[in-house]
């Protein structure tokens, strides 16, 4: 079974804080993506990456960046964090063409 | 990104079946449909997707529109553990790096009834 494994369930960070989201696949996937999800709008795509080194904005990057410096690990970067900031975080691996197979998120509460 | 269009809620009672309605009308000739469901407290889990013909797995069954304008996920026999959100959503086939991402709507709510 594909795993993608988010570091932390729970997070809680102060304001201006960097904030790192770490996220691990072990399937050998392509593709890596990054979702934030909060009540009435769903999940939105932050970044993704389809290589090592490679990544494009999704819909919401501002405030975000990204790095994937091996394959199996994308991590997703709050260069200063804000309240509206707050929000679950999904992370998400697939091959080409392939199902999306998601993490369990990481609840961030920015204080 | 071609859009689609989910009721945002729906009931049912357990061990009946359940038909989960999506409509498409602006779907391109190489978009693939692909369900995928939120249990509660999860990330969301793939389900089932097609192109033009009818699938089943294991988890449930796609009927596809012939004009491919509209589907319906069909969950044969549905459990108190099918109670999740059910997001239908348009993938491009295309091997363009941009178009492997897919964009999630809002999704049916279903609740299933003991």
């Known amino acids: 079974d594909v795993k993608v494994t988010q570091s932390s369930r729970y997070l809680v960070k102060r304001t201006g804080e960097k904030v790192f989201l770490e996220c691990v696949q072990d399937?050998?996937?392509?593709?890596m993506f990054w979702y934030r999800q909060d009540p009435g709008l769903g999940l939105r795509l932050i970044y993704f990456?389809?290589?090592?080194?490679?990544?494009e904005k999704g819909d919401i990057p501002e405030g975000y960046s990204v790095s994937r410096e091996k394959k199996e690990r994308f991590s997703l970067i709050l260069e200063s964090a804000s309240t509206n900031q707050t929000s679950m975080y999904l992370c998400?691996?697939?091959?080409?063409?392939?199902?999306?197979?998601f993490g369990n998120g990481t609840r961030l509460t920015v204080t | 990104d071609a859009k689609t269009t989910q009721p945002n809620s729906m009931e049912s009672n357990e061990e009946e079946p359940v038909h989960l309605p999506c409509n498409h009308s602006?779907?391109?000739?190489?978009?693939?449909i692909h369900w995928y469901r939120q249990l509660p407290s999860q990330g969301p889990e793939y389900v089932i997707h097609?192109?033009?013909s009818n699938v089943n797995n294991r988890m449930a069954s796609l009927a596809i529109a012939e004009d491919r304008k509209s589907s319906t996920l069909i969950l044969h026999r549905a459990t108190l553990r099918d109670a999740a959100v059910y997001y239908c959503?348009?993938?491009?086939?295309?091997?363009?790096?941009?178009?492997?991402?897919?964009?999630f709507g809002q999704g049916t709510r279903l609740t299933i009834n003991p």
């Open positions: 097609g192109l033009t």
């Open positions: 998400a691996s697939s091959r080409l063409r392939s199902p999306l197979h």
């Open positions: 990456s389809y290589d090592v080194k490679m990544k």
């Open positions: 602006t779907i391109s000739g190489t978009d693939y």
């Open positions: 959503i348009l993938r491009a086939s295309l091997l363009i790096q941009g178009a492997q991402k897919l964009v």
């Open positions: 399937m050998d996937h392509e593709n």
